[in-house]
Structures are given as structure tokens and as C-alpha cells.
């Protein structure tokens, strides 16, 4: 007898084998392929979402970068709003915080502040990247200083920042101690920001400058020498 399954017995082996596991194979083979297109589909999706988000804000900067002293037209601002608030229901996305932070500054434009800090804390609350937190923050603590919130202002500059935005927030802080009346915490803050400021930027470090000096505690009066008398000889 030979060793070797004759032909007929090999088909008949396949035959079985393919019964036992072929419903298998053609279950993996299926879940594959629709993986497969299933993931082609969604990355097609994210790119047309991308390029979308691209344009929109594209098209949102050029509204916003109008000549000096030009305001936006009624129908500019209304495509302003619309595209704004369509990059922020899009995504969590340096789009999106931007669009946040011109519906803050338009906000603040028509003396809705209230609307503005809720633009800001929306950033915020979507956990950005440091940079743009911070200038959240920044944003956030002047208009809370504008609605007289200064405790609340105070929690938003709690923290140290990056040495970029180090002079802007000692600043604020110095600003808003000082509208609380607490001038020696004031001028404290009003020197850190100093101290932090390159003094090539003339502008900013004189009116840093100033309002230390604004609140420097006058030098009492050099007591007389000697007695009357004696100063009248």
C-alpha cells in the first residue's frame, strides 16, 4: 500500500475540512473587508471634515482682518457667528479655540460680557494644549476685571505661566489687587511684570514703569537737625 493518500482520499479530506471551517474562513474574510472599507470610509470622512474646517476658517480670518478702524458689516458678522460656532460643534481643535476667541472678542465688542466669559471658559473646559489655556486665562481674567469679578479674576492667574505670558499676568494681577485696594500686593505684582518685560519694548516697560511708581509708598520727611535756636543762628 502505498504511503501516500490516493487522490479520491486527499478531495474527500479537503471536502471535509472544508465543511468543518470554510463558514469560518469566509466570516474572517467578510469582518476583514468590511474593516478594511470600514476604516478607508472613516479616515475619507475625518479628511472631508479637516478640509471643511480648513475652509471655514480660512474664510473666518479674512472676515475678521478688516482694514483699522473698520468695523464688521451686519451680514459679516452673522457669517462671522455661524461659521464660529460650526468650527466649535466640529471639534475640540486649535479651529475651534479660535473661533471661541472671536465670538469672545466680538462679545466683548458689543458689551456682552457675560457672553464672552462663556466663550472663554469653553476653551477652557475642552483641555487645550498650554499655550492656548493660558491665553484663555489671560482673556478670561480681563474681562472678569470689566465685570468687577476680581476674586474670580485673581483664581485665574493663580497659577504661574510659561515665561512668555509672565508680564501680562503679573499685570492683570497687579490690576486687579489694585481695584481691590490692596496696593502693596499691587505694586508687587506690577514690579514682577516689570521685571519680566524687555526694556527694548519702550511703550510697555514705561507704562509698567508708571504704575509702580504710581503706587510707591512716599519717603517719609528727613527729620530737622538740630534746635530751633540753633537753625535761626
Do not use: C
Amino acid at each position: 500500500m502505498s504511503i501516500h493518500l490516493s487522490e479520491e482520499e486527499q478531495l474527500e479530506n479537503l471536502k471535509r475540512w472544508w465543511k468543518e471551517n470554510g463558514k469560518l474562513i469566509i466570516g474572517a474574510a467578510v469582518i476583514a473587508i468590511a474593516g478594511y472599507f470600514g476604516v478607508t470610509s472613516w479616515q475619507d470622512h475625518q479628511r472631508q471634515k479637516a478640509e471643511q474646517a480648513s475652509a471655514s476658517y480660512e474664510q473666518l480670518i479674512k472676515l475678521f482682518n478688516t482694514e483699522p478702524g473698520k468695523t464688521l458689516s451686519e451680514a459679516d458678522r452673522a457669517t462671522v457667528v455661524h461659521l464660529a460656532n460650526e468650527l466649535k460643534a466640529g471639534s475640540s481643535s486649535m479651529y475651534a479655540y479660535t473661533a471661541a476667541f472671536f465670538l469672545a472678542k466680538l462679545a466683548v465688542e458689543d458689551n456682552k460680557l457675560d457672553a464672552a466669559v462663556s466663550e472663554l471658559k469653553w476653551v477652557l473646559s475642552a483641555k487645550p494644549d498650554t499655550a492656548t489655556a493660558e491665553i484663555a486665562r489671560l482673556r478670561l481674567a480681563r474681562v472678569l476685571i470689566a465685570q468687577q469679578s476680581y476674586d474670580e479674576a485673581l483664581t485665574q492667574l493663580a497659577s504661574e505661566p510659561a515665561a512668555a505670558f509672565a508680564t501680562e499676568y503679573n499685570e492683570l494681577r497687579g490690576d486687579a489687587l489694585k481695584s481691590q485696594g490692596n496696593l502693596d500686593a499691587a505694586r508687587t505684582a506690577y514690579e514682577k511684570a516689570l521685571a519680566a518685560t524687555d526694556p527694548q519694548q519702550q511703550e510697555r516697560y514705561m507704562l509698567l514703569q508708571m504704575k509702580v511708581n504710581d503706587l510707591k509708598v512716599p519717603e517719609a520727611a528727613a527729620p530737622a537737625t538740630g534746635s530751633a535756636g540753633e537753625n535761626a543762628q
